[in-house]
């Protein structure tokens, strides 16, 4: 069982920047690929970012919408991945939330096995 905990959301500014954490405990995080999903008011939950396990040479992917603006890391020796968020705009406006599953990481949140109770970010203009 992996639990996971997000913290660092927020109200910023348009253009300003967050960062946001994901604590897991267990001891499997360095096995687990982590991506952080994102869920607007009346939209579904969409992809943003993911971080392959370190065995696999922690390689990320990015969503088109926030390529160049945000970066995943994660810590394995903290159980812990971040979400850095720079240049935010008000469309980033949404509940995030981290989510785990062994090794290879993907896009699709149905891959995914555990989730956080997500994190508020709200985005002025």
């Known amino acids: 069982q992996v639990q996971l905990v997000e913290s660092g959301g927020g109200l910023v500014q348009g253009g300003g920047s967050l960062r946001l954490s994901c604590a897991a405990s267990?001891?499997?995080?360095?096995?687990?690929?982590m991506g952080w999903f994102r869920q607007a008011p009346g939209k579904g939950r969409e992809f943003v970012a993911a971080?392959?396990?370190?065995?696999?040479?922690?390689?990320?992917s990015y969503a088109d919408s926030v390529k160049g603006r945000f970066t995943i890391s994660r810590d394995n020796a903290k159980n812990t991945v971040y979400l850095q968020m720079n240049s935010l705009k008000p469309e980033d406006t949404a509940v995030y939330s981290c989510?785990?599953?062994?090794?290879?990481?993907?896009?699709?949140?149905?891959?995914?096995?555990?989730w956080g109770q997500g994190t508020q970010v709200t985005v002025s203009s």
């Open positions: 989510a785990a599953k062994r090794y290879g990481s993907s896009r699709l949140k149905e891959d995914y096995d555990y």
């Open positions: 267990g001891r499997t995080f360095s096995s687990s690929a």
């Open positions: 971080i392959s396990w370190s065995g696999g040479g922690g390689v990320t």
